[in-house]
């Protein structure tokens, strides 16, 4: 091994032994055991650090975390007794997993590590995300959906609003709830915007939203609050998206213009424009601002060029956010698909590998995985640089899970210390 990677472990133990170590990595703190009182052989806690370090260390199955637990735990647990743990949680354990993700959260906000990177102040962008899609007949979750589509067999979704910090460096998710069976994520908004306030009040200043939350009760609940809204405008509002298309489509000449950017072979850059003739248009009395953010693409084979147009509506005042500021939410919020979505699905499965369908084992490995991927994500953000200093770059995911992998096996018990557990977070 060689002296840069036994410090690149040493550092990753000591930073894991400093978080793990806080209230808020307590499970039973938060969360009541499911089991009957009868017949329990492995203790809570025990059962819930397997799971969490097998999404630290991206194992891919309840198999592979037996294996697991075989070199990192005192005991090898078997596979079918996490699945059955699992299938045993009802909707008040998810509630308590939910409360404790807002702990850490406002755990690593009192540190210090959620301060806004580039930006004037906290901006959380919430969006929809699918966890879990497969046969109807496999459809447990009461919170799963049917959906009919014209030209093939029904199916079902169980599907969340998830919210994510993008201000702060490791843009961590914050909070996640399934969305009802009943409704659709603009319907869950309202619930999903209190609970945020009752518990990152002073944290966020201004919610960026795609244009499946454009609403006017949303804009008109966020504005009352008064907080700042940034929402994507699409044909779900006619009226506003014609009257921005007459005003800003013709447009020629930008406020701003990013720099070319290479992405996966192409050069790509950003133009905005805006304007305030839309002031209190209709009945949104709150509103400030539209923008058109324009994506331009020169393809890197053809030399062909391309331009994509998204509209936005504000209620910001004209200087909260400098020109720039401006592009880089709008892209921020567009990097949720390639920063957190896309880790989700493609470093840990999400959406094609469910460790338990039973119950509501979806929403827990889904709050669980969650808190695995805040942990990994700050840990590679802001502990774990590669040798190009220069020029920041990170490690990448799998990268830091096999660290982590090499850790649990080696010092598994010493990243867990008991401790006895105390009133308040």
């Known amino acids: 091994m060689t002296t840069a990677y036994r410090k690149f472990l040493e550092r990753s133990q000591h930073f894991l032994q400093r978080i793990l170590r806080k209230p808020a990595w307590e499970f039973n703190r938060f969360v009541a055991d499911p089991r009957q009182q009868k017949g329990r052989r492995w203790k809570f806690p025990t059962l819930m650090r397997a799971l969490l370090c097998g999404f630290l260390t991206n194992r891919a199955s309840l198999r592979a975390v037996e294996s697991l637990t075989e070199c990192g735990f005192e005991?090898?647990?078997?596979?079918?007794?996490?699945?059955?743990?699992?299938?045993?949680?009802?909707?008040?354990?998810?509630?308590?997993?939910?409360?404790?993700l807002h702990a850490q959260i406002r755990t690593d906000w009192r540190s210090k590590s959620l301060d806004p990177v580039g930006l004037p102040c906290g901006i959380v962008a919430v969006d929809n995300k699918t966890l879990w899609t497969g046969p109807v007949t496999q459809a447990h979750d009461p919170h799963a959906q049917v959906v009919h589509p014209p030209h093939r067999?029904?199916?079902?979704?169980?599907?969340a609003v998830r919210s994510v910090l993008l201000s702060a460096a490791s843009q961590p998710v914050i909070d996640q709830v399934a969305i009802r069976a009943d409704t659709n994520e603009g319907g869950m908004f309202p619930e999903v915007f209190r609970e945020l306030e009752a518990t990152y009040a002073a944290l966020l200043e201004i919610y960026s939203l795609d244009a499946g939350f454009c609403s006017q009760a949303n804009a008109r609940l966020i504005a009352e609050a008064h907080k700042g809204y940034i929402i994507g405008l699409k044909g779900n509002q006619p009226e506003l998206f014609r009257e921005a298309e007459r005003l800003l489509g013709g447009q020629t000449q930008p406020e701003r213009s990013s720099d070319w950017e290479p992405y996966q072979g192409d050069q790509l850059r950003y133009h905005l424009y805006r304007t305030t003739e839309m002031e209190a248009y209709l009945d949104w009395s709150h509103l400030k601002q539209v923008w058109r953010v324009e994506k331009e693409i020169r393809k890197g084979k053809t030399g062909q060029v391309e331009h994509e147009n998204r509209y936005y509506v504000t209620n910001l005042h004209w200087g909260r956010l400098k020109p720039e500021q401006i592009l880089y939410v709008v892209r921020l919020h567009w990097a949720i698909e390639n920063h957190c979505n896309w880790t989700m699905d493609v470093i840990w499965d999400e959406?094609?590998?469910?460790?338990?369908?039973?119950?509501?084992?979806?929403?827990?490995?889904?709050?669980?995985?969650?808190?695995?991927?805040?942990l990994v994500s700050l840990l590679r953000c802001r502990y774990l640089r590669t040798r190009a200093q220069t020029h920041a770059a990170q490690r990448r995911w799998q990268e830091c899970c096999d660290v982590l992998f090499l850790l649990i096996c080696q010092a598994?018990?010493?990243?867990?210390?008991?401790?006895?557990?105390i009133a308040g977070i």
Not at 153 to 159: E, L, N
Not at 353 to 372: E, F, S, T
């Open 75 to 100: 005991q090898r647990l078997p596979d079918s007794t996490l699945y059955d743990f699992v299938g045993k949680f009802s909707g008040d354990e998810v509630a308590g997993l939910r409360r404790q």
């Open 153 to 159: 067999a029904a199916y079902a979704q169980v599907r």
């Open 351 to 374: 959406d094609s590998k469910v460790w338990c369908g039973q119950g509501v084992g979806i929403q827990v490995l889904g709050l669980l995985r969650v808190m695995a991927f805040n």
């Open 412 to 421: 598994g018990s010493t990243l867990f210390p008991h401790r006895p557990a």
